[in-house]
C-alpha cells in the first residue's frame, strides 16, 4: 500500500474543495432516498387504502435509479476512494514506464 501522500492534494484549499464535493455528493444521495421513501410510502399507503395493488413499477423504476446514483456517489463518482485509488495506481504504474 502506498504511504506517500497524493501529490494533487498539496494544500488546504484543494483538499477542502474535495471534502465539499464529496460531501455534497452524498448529502445529494441522501436527498434522493429521504425523498424516494417519502414518495413510495405515501403512494403505496394511498393504494393499499385504496384497495389496490402497490405501485411496483414505480418502486422498481425509481428504486434502480437510486441504485445507480448510490453507485456513482460512493464508487466511481470524482472524487471517490475507489476511483482515487486506481488513478493513483495508473500514476505510479506510467511513472514506472510499464504503459501496458
Given at each position: 500500500?502506498?504511504t506517500t501522500?497524493?501529490?494533487?492534494l498539496?494544500?488546504?484549499?484543494d483538499?477542502d ?8 455528493a452524498?448529502?445529494?444521495w441522501?436527498t ?14 394511498m393504494?393499499l ?6 405501485p ?16 456513482r ?5 470524482k ?5 482515487e485509488?486506481?488513478?493513483e ?6 511513472a ?5
Open positions: 500500500m502506498n501522500p497524493n501529490t494533487a498539496t494544500n488546504a484549499t483538499i474543495r474535495l471534502a465539499r464535493r464529496r460531501v455534497g452524498r448529502l445529494g441522501l434522493h432516498a429521504t425523498v424516494y421513501l417519502l414518495v413510495m410510502g405515501g403512494l403505496t399507503a393504494t387504502w385504496q384497495g389496490r395493488h402497490p411496483m413499477a414505480a418502486a422498481l423504476g425509481w428504486g434502480l435509479g437510486l441504485t445507480i446514483h448510490g453507485l456517489v460512493l464508487v466511481a463518482g472524487g471517490s476512494a475507489l476511483r485509488r486506481m488513478v495506481a495508473e500514476r505510479q504504474r506510467l514506472a514506464g510499464r504503459l501496458g
